[in-house]
């Protein structure tokens, strides 16, 4: 395709890489010697390296042995617990919660979500992650740390009904204010934090609020099987069929982990009115010693997207999506016992076209195409664990990391440029935020936010 003229120079053209691209069919392909024009945001063009060798453009990038790759998106993650890295290893998830978590997580100020949200953009933008959808406390900090750093993210405040209605209301209130801000690049979600922890009545009460403002809801369900058996032992009902009859999955849903959902839960999914999705986020669940992870290959049978997500650091210890996304490739594998199961091409759908559409974003971004969010990444393929290459797609998945990204690129700006940050001052967050963590990992005051207990 060729660019198209207004009369001014690009914004940006990127030249001289191979560029993933998707057909009409949504099927993966590359193509080589190519060039990305980008004009006020948005990808102009993807044509060849000749046609936009004359082009006047404000910035160029010279890409040759790299790979131009839609931004990866971090569907589920919880960015200001970065601040808890490494603080609560190896144990079950009762105690995980019960006696570090929550406790530690009483602690927190604006302040640390703060530093920890500046923490958790710096690490995403130096592994090519674009965008990514969070729930926690003092989003508005998180929304402050978004807009300054240029990325994308959607949005919700976190609520328990342990905080009676002022939780809901907080949650709402939250993502009328923040919904289509920073440029657009901020939407926003109800964020009911799970049916464990949320009743009946709150989550039939954030429905009808998601159906009356046109929100989305994104809440943690069916995390794993013992929650689903303790439902079902408690309530009679499985997680999901909890949502289901508390109309949650009349909403555009995206239910994180999943890993606990069950056959019979699947037509119940597959008929929901809204648009519903799952984040997986496999390193945790390796790191909790769950038994099942999410069952892509079934949610994927009745049409449910499945988008790549790490979860908070402070359970998988990274954010690295990159890493997600050879997990997903390989645990599915061993999950379905079928190594033609989540091929390279499958897996690098997931991390683009399905991650875009679970948080609902799948109009914008996602692709590489003309009238899309310029929301990308260019990955270098030069260094000696990359070569030779016999299969593009495997080799982005299986060989190359998330280190070997050279330049994040957000709305058509440069984020990182050959590796070098450029909206996060990542040594003075360090060193506030360690000075920060005696008082925030005190857990001698024998508070915490809740008690699990599934």
């Not at 801000?181 to 009808?208: F, Q």
């Amino acid at each position: 395709m060729t660019p198209s003229s207004h009369g001014k120079p690009a914004d940006l053209v990127i030249t001289g890489c191979t560029v993933l691209v998707h057909d009409d069919r949504e099927r993966i392909g590359f193509e080589e010697d190519a060039a990305i024009v980008v004009r006020d945001g948005a990808v102009d063009a993807v044509t060849t390296a000749a046609a936009a060798a004359g082009l006047t453009a404000a910035d160029r990038i010279d890409a040759r042995g790299q790979v131009a790759l839609p931004g990866l998106i971090n569907c589920h993650t919880h960015a200001p617990m970065v601040a808890l890295r490494g603080l609560a290893e190896d144990l079950p998830t009762e105690e995980w919660f019960n006696d570090v978590v929550w406790p530690v997580e009483s602690n927190l100020t604006e302040r640390d979500v703060t530093l920890g949200a500046r923490l958790a953009c710096a690490e995403m933008i130096r592994a090519g992650v674009t965008a990514f959808a969070d729930s926690y406390f003092a989003m508005d900090a998180v929304a402050a740390v978004v807009d300054a750093c240029g990325m994308r993210a959607q949005l919700g405040q976190a609520y328990f009904s342990s905080q009676g209605p002022e939780g809901r209301g907080a949650s709402l209130e939250f993502a009328l204010r923040h919904r289509d801000t920073a440029g657009g690049r901020i939407t926003t979600a109800l964020a009911p934090h799970a049916p464990y922890t949320v009743t009946d009545a709150d989550l039939a009460a954030t429905a009808e609020l998601a159906r009356d403002h046109g929100l989305p809801v994104h809440l943690h369900a069916a995390e794993n099987r013992d929650q689903t058996d303790t439902s079902l032992a408690r309530h009679g009902a499985t997680p999901i069929q909890v949502l289901e009859r508390t109309g949650i999955l009349g909403t555009d849903v995206l239910i994180a982990h999943g890993t606990g959902i069950t056959e019979a839960d699947l037509p119940l999914l597959a008929r929901a009115e809204g648009r519903t999705a799952v984040a997986t986020a496999p390193r945790g669940y390796l790191k909790f010693a769950w038994p099942d992870t999410t069952p892509v290959r079934a949610l994927r049978g009745i049409g449910v997207p499945v988008g790549l997500a790490t979860d908070g650091a402070a359970s998988n210890n990274s954010l690295d999506v990159w890493e997600s996304m050879a997990l997903t490739s390989l645990i599915q594998k061993s999950a379905e016992g079928d190594p033609r199961w989540l091929t390279s091409r499958q897996a690098l759908h997931h991390a683009t076209v399905q991650s875009a559409r679970a948080v609902g974003l799948g109009g914008s971004v996602g692709r590489i195409a003309p009238g899309l969010r310029a929301d990308l990444i260019l990955v270098d393929l030069t260094g000696p664990h990359t070569r030779p290459v016999h299969d593009l797609a495997a080799t982005l998945v299986h060989s190359a990391r998330s280190a070997d990204v050279r330049t994040t690129i957000v709305d058509g700006r440069v984020l990182m440029r050959d590796r070098v940050l450029l909206t996060v001052d990542v040594p003075a967050v360090a060193r506030e935020l360690e000075e920060r963590l005696p008082v925030l990992t005190d857990r001698g005051h024998g508070r915490r936010l809740q008690e699990y207990d599934t």
